[in-house]
C-alpha cells in the first residue's frame, strides 16, 4: 500500500487534486484513484485528504512554495525517488490520513486536523532549510534547533490570511493523544519512503536497514492501538528483516559521514546566530530571549564571545 505517493508524479497529481472543490462522488478524486490503479485503502485516505484540504489549499499553497527547495536526505545522494520538503508536504498528509482513520480512539475530526497538520508540519524549513537528523537531535543543538524552527514556522503561519492563527493552534499541539500519533505518522514515513528507494534499487542498502532498525521498535509499539499501521508493517515485515540481517549496525558508514565533531558544532553554532539574528532583522523583529540564552549557553560552551 501507497507505493505511488514516492513516484515523481504523485506530487504534481497530488497538487492538481488539493486544488479542485471536494464533492459528492467526487470525479476529482475519481480521475486521481484511475491514474494510479488504487485499492480500496488508498482511496479512502485520498478522498478524506482531498475532503479534508482543498478549501485551506488556495491560501497555504502560496507559502508552501518556498519548500520545493529544500532535499529530503541530503546525505543519500544516489537514492531513487527524490523528495522535497515540498513534496513530503503534500504526500504526508495521505499517509496521515491512513493511520488516523486506523487507529483507535480517533474520530472523524482528529483524522482532518492530522491531514491538515501534515501539509504544514514543514512550512518553516522553506526558511531555515532541512538539518540531517543527527545533528537535529544532537544533545546541545536539540532544544535550540526546536526552539528556531518553531519561531520561522510562527513567522510563516501568521502571514496566511484568515486562517494563520488557526494553522498555528494546529502547529502548536503536540502533546495530546493525536499530536503523539502525528509524531507516528512521520516514522511510518520514514519506514514508506526508505522501503520504496530500496525496492527501486538504492545503493544505500546499509542506511536504509538503519532507518527500519531505528524507527521499527516505535512503530511496533503503536501497532497495538493501530490495525492500521499493524498492516504496513505485516505487508513488509519479512524483507525489511532480512535487509537488517544482511547490513547489521556495524555497517552503516551513515553515523560515520555526519560525525558531529566540536568543531563541526562550533561552526554550526556561529552559523545559526548570524543567520537566525540577520532573519530576525529582515522581519523586523528580534531574536526572542530563550533563543538568546540558549546561544549565549551554547557559546559560553565553546569559549566563544
Known amino acids: 500500500m501507497f507505493e505511488f505517493l514516492y513516484r515523481p508524479e504523485a506530487t504534481v497529481e497530488l497538487e492538481k487534486l488539493y486544488g479542485q472543490p471536494h464533492t459528492d462522488n467526487c470525479a476529482a478524486c475519481g480521475q486521481f484513484f484511475e491514474n494510479f490503479k488504487l485499492t480500496d485503502t488508498e482511496r479512502q485516505a ?10 485551506v489549499w488556495s491560501p497555504i499553497s502560496p507559502y508552501l512554495q518556498a519548500c520545493r ?3 529530503r536526505w541530503g546525505s543519500m545522494a544516489d537514492r ?7 513534496d513530503h508536504s503534500l504526500t504526508l498528509p495521505v499517509v496521515a490520513a491512513y493511520i488516523f482513520i486506523g487507529t483507535a480512539n480517533m474520530f472523524h475530526y482528529d483524522a482532518a486536523w492530522g491531514v491538515l497538520k501534515a501539509l504544514i508540519h514543514d512550512i518553516g524549513e522553506g526558511l531555515m532549510g532541512d538539518v540531517l537528523k ?3 537531535d544532537h544533545p546541545l543543538l536539540k532544544k535550540l534547533y526546536k526552539a528556531v524552527e518553531e519561531e520561522l514556522t510562527e513567522r510563516v503561519l501568521l502571514k496566511i490570511p484568515v486562517i ?12 495530546s493523544q493525536r499530536g503523539k500519533l502525528f509524531t507516528t505518522v512521520e516514522y511510518v514515513d520514514y519506514i514508506l519512503y526508505a522501503y ?15 532507518v527500519f532498525r531505528n524507527w521499527l ?48 558544532l562550533e561552526l554550526m553554532l ?5 543567520l537566525f539574528a540577520d532573519h530576525a532583522k529582515q522581519q523586523g523583529g528580534v531574536v526572542p530571549e530563550d533563543i538568546k540564552k540558549q546561544l549565549a549557553a551554547l557559546n559560553k560552551t565553546f569559549g566563544g564571545s
Not at 492563527?165 to 499541539?173: A, F, G, K, T
Open 80 to 86: 531513487i525517488f527524490h523528495q522535497t520538503s515540498y
Open 196 to 210: 520504496e528507494d530500496w525496492q527501486a534499487g538504492s545503493p544505500h542498502q546499509a542506511t536504509i536497514s538503519s
Open 134 to 136: 543527527p545533528v537535529k
Open 270 to 274: 556561529h552559523a545559526a546566530t548570524h
Open 69 to 71: 527547495g529544500v532535499k
Open 164 to 175: 494563520g492563527e488557526e494553522l498555528r493552534q494546529v502547529s502548536l499541539e503536540e502533546m
Open 217 to 264: 521498535p516505535e512503530l511496533e509499539s503503536a501497532a497495538t492501538n493501530s490495525p492500521a499501521i499493524a498492516s504496513l508493517l505485516r505487508e513488509r515485515a519479512d524483507q525489511m528483516q532480512k535487509l537488517m540481517t544482511e547490513y547489521p549496525p556495524e555497517t552503516d558508514t551513515h553515523s560515520a559521514r555526519v560525525e558531529i565533531t566540536p568543531h563541526y
Open 46 to 55: 485520498v478522498e478524506l485528504t482531498h475532503r479534508s484540504l482543498w478549501q
